[in-house]
DNA sequence: CAAGTGTGATTGACACGTCTACTATCCGCC
DNA sequence: GGCGGATAGTAGACGTGTCAATCACACTTG
């Protein structure tokens, strides 16, 4: 169990594909987060009839002053692009989770605003859902897995923006 | 950075929510792997014109004596359920990259047969894939990291199959 | 062998995400 | 003022995932 690689041979450059191990690990890496998601996301949904989705919107909104936020805004707020706010955001409105309303000082643009119903569905969540994201996740972990947990999730998503951003440069060095 | 919590308070019992830093561990932990997923998903696509789906149902088949499978023994050899494969291999047959056969031997069943065009797609796509997951995962973590990677993992994974598969007993307790 | 139950697989309805296209408006500039 | 490009938001198409319902066949049992 002792032998953390069998690179003792020479590595020519780059070029290696991953390891039996290393495979291992990613497919438990992935599998569990999606397995983790799938799991919080059922426990809101059965305890509060609320999508992981429509918790981060109602989250955002109930944070914005006047709990409404310009369609844009509130996108880039929570990363997703303005298409998938704009779904999502439809099938909230049929649900009387927050409403449209037209923006004074720009005529294409829309508010989103929290509704009653919404801002009490939210208010109701908060609590399962932490408290499931403290059993699922916290609870399950030692402080020092706990780090490293974080450790690994910041490392890897610098590196995923710093390889993402210069497509370019990978090229020109050729 | 030496304060690891701030638990120097009693805590009654476990009816304590995540501190702010638990929570942002969770998300960097929960986004992280979501960004990584659609990444290589996106890469997998863009090269291979595959999802992940195709992917492991591919590569199930390709091990397969024969490389045909019957469709319920499939779907729990990559965890699915049944109507999920069924979705999803009525969507691969019309890209001709499987084939559903009747099963001899049980006339309700249905057998997936990898076809040519499936094979070489997936043979095609394993080079790339695995490139990028060393490069995206891999390569990004030392060799300490991906160990605490694979640790975290399967400490979470036996959580949540361990608190999962006891609901029984967390009522019956009260 | 007939009734009843369980199992293999498909289907339809719906939520969710992504991509592309489109409309309406804003803004800078001539 | 008006032209042209950028921006805000929506809409359609399609792949994906989940749930409940359905259908056909298999098996068990009287």
Redesign the interface.
Known sequence: MGE??ANTRPQRR?R???TAD?????R??????????T??AASLQRECGLSTGDYVVLLALSEADGHRMRSSELASHIGWDRSRLSHHVGRMERRDLIRREECATDNRGAEIVLTRTGADAFDRST?PH??E?????????T?E?????????????A??TE??QLPANGRAGR
Chains 1, 2 share one sequence.
């Open positions: 953390m690689t780059k290696r594909m991953p290393e495979l291992r690990v990613w438990e890496y992935i599998e569990t987060a999606e397995l983790l998601r799991h919080v609590v932490l408290r994201i403290r059993t699922a996740f916290v609870d399950a972990l402080a897995q706990l780090a490293a947990a974080g450790d690994v999730a910041r490392t890897l998503r590196h995923l390889t993402d």
